[in-house]
């Protein structure tokens, strides 16, 4: 069963810490991306990487941190610099830079 | 800036009838726009794609239509359905610092009465 996925569903950040996000997908494809959704706002991207062992920072990477060690798996890190980490964020993935891109269920992130 | 935008934040329509969703985009040189649709608390969902050599495309009860010359999108969804209630945007692929990105509007409400 192909796709992507995304975990936790749900995820507290207490003050000061480094949460870390996973996103793992099946489908082969080379790029992956991580945006940011806040209410009534468009989806801003946050980095993305097009092979692995690299990735370039999107409109809003700072306080993220990302590593992409394997083809499959794109994990973002929220640290404790983000200061507004609370939104909705989502990963997805293309077979190439700026194709049709295909989304994970997402994480909420909350800050206890 | 360059931007992608919707007309409307909410569009209620009757169950069986038709939907249309616009989306206004300002960069002529954007070659290919894609519609998701995203239920709440889901993620973005693809419907359907267009590149810009064509003015439409069809897929299953929804259609794209794509006028170059007023920079305008929309998403046609034929005998609404309430399980087709959800928010819908598009996004435009543009060139931006050298190269290509995807950016997104910020979403049209479909709510289908029953």
């Known amino acids: 069963d192909g796709g992507i996925t995304q975990s936790p569903k749900y995820l507290f950040r207490k003050e000061g810490q480094n949460v870390t996000l996973s996103c793992e997908q099946n489908?082969?494809?080379?790029?992956m991306y991580w945006y940011r959704q806040d209410p009534g706002q468009g989806l801003r991207l946050i980095y993305y990487?097009?092979?692995?062992?690299?990735?370039q920072k999107g409109d809003i990477a700072e306080g993220y941190s990302v590593s992409r060690e394997k083809k499959e798996s794109f994990p973002l890190t929220v640290t404790s610099a983000q200061k507004n980490p609370t939104a909705f964020y989502l990963c997805?993935?293309?077979?190439?830079?700026?194709?049709?891109?295909?989304f994970g269920p997402g994480t909420r992130l909350l800050v206890l | 800036g360059e931007s992608v935008g919707l007309h409307l934040p909410t569009l209620s329509v009757q169950e069986g009838d038709n939907s249309i969703i616009n989306c206004a985009y300002s960069?002529?040189?954007?070659?290919?726009f894609i519609w998701y649709k995203q239920e709440s608390g889901k993620g973005p969902q693809f419907i359907i794609d267009?590149?810009?050599?064509?003015d439409k495309r069809q897929g299953q009860r929804v259609t794209v239509l794509l006028n170059k010359t007023v920079k305008h999108l929309s998403l046609q969804i034929a005998a609404t359905q309430p399980g087709d209630s959800a928010v819908y945007f598009c996004?435009?692929?543009?060139?931006?610092?050298?190269?290509?990105?995807?950016?997104f509007g910020t979403g049209t409400q479909l709510k289908v009465e029953l």
């Open positions: 997805a993935s293309s077979t190439g830079r700026w194709e049709t891109q295909y």
């Open positions: 489908l082969n494809h080379d790029a």
């Open positions: 990487s097009q092979i692995v062992n690299d990735f």
């Open positions: 960069n002529s040189a954007s070659d290919y």
């Open positions: 267009i590149r810009s050599n064509m």
């Open positions: 996004a435009e692929n543009m060139e931006s610092g050298g190269g290509n990105k995807l950016t």
